[in-house]
């Protein structure tokens, strides 16, 4: 009788210890490479780059600012002194209202001789056209930069669905705490609601990180 | 009992050779090129469909949040 108890304990422990851990923004072992290194995502750092510049002239001056960039910049204004969580819980409200197109139709791009299939997307072409979940973790990334909440406190995540088998992408946000995983349907995902994921890799300005090494069975 | 130690102790073991994996695994990356895994990366088609959340899980915002939305919707509605 001992020894079948000893063995189920045995046989949960091992369950336990390869289960998916919490993300954690502490994984030097897991760098890829610095952001620049990979093009898609270097690219619309870049592009957004012309979207930061055009935000901070409508923060210096709304008067002079385009009509339709009038209402994010009158969020950024209202919004920079709030608390860190306050500021996030606005920016997924906010960006969750756009437009949701899901770009599974879309072809692939072709860049340097590459075909890419997800084209990542600059803030204001998000927030004008809309688009779906790796654009809209994305827009939250870029407009909470703009509120002046630090990169390496930020990481677009894409991760694999097991219950529905398909990748997904959120922005995460480190409080400190547990990572607050913010979804397209206004929750905000923590713990143990973030079981049914695998973590794939993770995106910010400074670098990328590949998760696939704690991958359990996935199925690609 | 000693039969219990003997089944924790290689519980120990177990563990200590997921550790080991681990740590090898880091070669992985420094033995395949990071531009080959770019290229896996790229083939991950990232696209999942938006479902209703639960109302019950969605947290609710204090009122300052809500009256700066309003007031930035208001200024969309007008563009």
């Known amino acids: ?23 954690s923004f502490d994984n030097p072992e897991q760098y890829l490479a610095d952001a620049a290194d990979w093009r898609p995502w270097s690219d619309v750092l870049r592009r957004n780059a012309l979207d930061s510049a055009l935000l901070a002239d409508c923060v210096a001056n709304i008067d002079r600012c385009p009509k339709r960039y009038r209402g ?6 209202r919004a920079r002194d709030l608390a860190l969580e306050d500021q996030v819980r606005l920016v997924n409200r906010y960006v969750n209202k756009r ?10 791009t072709l860049m340097e001789g590459e075909l890419h299939r997800n084209q990542w997307r600059p803030l204001l072409e998000t927030l004008s056209r809309g688009g779906d979940c790796e654009d809209f973790a994305t827009a939250k990334y870029f407009l909470l930069r703009e509120l002046g909440i630090p990169a390496d406190a930020m ?12 990748y997904h992408a959120m922005l995460a946000i480190d409080t400190g705490d547990v990572a607050w995983f913010l979804e397209t349907d206004n929750t905000i995902q923590r713990g143990r609601q973030l079981r049914k994921y695998e973590f794939q890799y993770s995106l910010n300005e400074e670098g990328i990180w590949d998760h696939s090494l704690t991958l359990q069975g996935r199925e690609s | 009992m000693k039969k219990l130690f003997v089944l924790l102790a290689g519980c120990l073991m177990s563990l200590a050779v997921f550790a080991t994996g681990e740590s090898e695994g880091v070669n992985y990356i420094d033995q395949t090129s990071t531009i080959d895994r770019f290229r896996e990366l ?38």
């Open chain 2, 42 to 79: 790229e083939r991950m088609d990232v696209t999942s469909e938006r479902d209703p959340a639960d109302p019950n899980e969605i947290e609710p915002i204090s009122r300052e949040l809500d009256d700066i939305l309003g007031e930035t919707q208001a200024l969309e509605d007008t563009d």
């Open chain 1, 1 to 23: 009788m001992s020894q079948r108890c000893a063995l189920i304990g045995v046989a949960l422990l091992v369950w336990g210890s390869a289960a998916q851990a919490d993300y």
């Open chain 1, 155 to 166: 990481r677009v995540v894409v991760l694999w669905d097991t219950k529905t088998r398909d």
């Open chain 1, 99 to 108: 437009r949701y197109r899901n770009d599974r139709t879309s072809r692939p």
């Open chain 1, 72 to 77: 994010v910049t009158h969020l950024i204004v």
